[in-house]
């Protein structure tokens, strides 16, 4: 058992899903909130919440575009009940890979919306 994913936190991260099938989070809502940096300062990025998750995802402006692309609209009250499909992968992070989350580069079909993250 990966002790990741017992102390899961309020934001998911790529060790939540890494292994697993996408996870198929339908959006409930959105805001704004400070994580704080390494050097002290704190970064403001949006984040959403699933109906069928306890857990947020932290969107980047990869992510956030990409989702935008996907529902047709960058205004985040426009995405509410729309179902997208995330997994883990590897990105370069300031020259070093690390582990990441991803959108699907298609809206989940009607079988696959009920995915939960299974804990």
Same mark, same amino acid.
């Given at each position: 058992?990966? =002790? /990741?994913?017992?102390?899961?936190?309020?934001?998911?991260?790529?060790? +939540?899903? #890494?292994?697993?099938? /996408?996870?198929?989070?339908?959006?409930?809502?959105?805001?704004?909130?400070?994580?704080p940096r390494k050097d002290g300062g704190v970064d403001r990025k949006p984040y959403i919440?699933?109906?069928?998750? +306890?857990? #947020? =995802?932290?969107?980047?402006?990869?992510n956030a575009k990409f989702i935008a692309k996907l529902i047709g609209s960058p205004n985040?009250? +426009?995405? %509410?009940?729309?179902? %997208?499909?995330?997994?883990?992968?590897?990105? /370069?992070?300031?020259?070093?890979?690390?582990?990441?989350? *991803?959108? *699907?580069?298609?809206?989940?079909?009607?079988?696959?919306?009920?995915? +939960? =993250?299974?804990?």
């Open positions: 058992m990966n =002790i /990741d994913k017992i102390f899961a936190g309020e934001y998911m991260k790529a060790a +939540d899903i #890494k292994g697993l099938p /996408d996870f198929n989070g339908t959006i409930s809502g959105f805001d704004i909130a400070e994580f919440s699933f109906s069928n998750s +306890d857990q #947020k =995802i932290a969107l980047n402006q990869t985040m009250t +426009d995405w %509410v009940g729309n179902t %997208v499909g995330f997994y883990a992968t590897i990105t /370069d992070f300031g020259g070093e890979a690390v582990d990441c989350i *991803r959108v *699907r580069p298609e809206l989940p079909t009607a079988a696959t919306t009920t995915d +939960d =993250i299974p804990f």
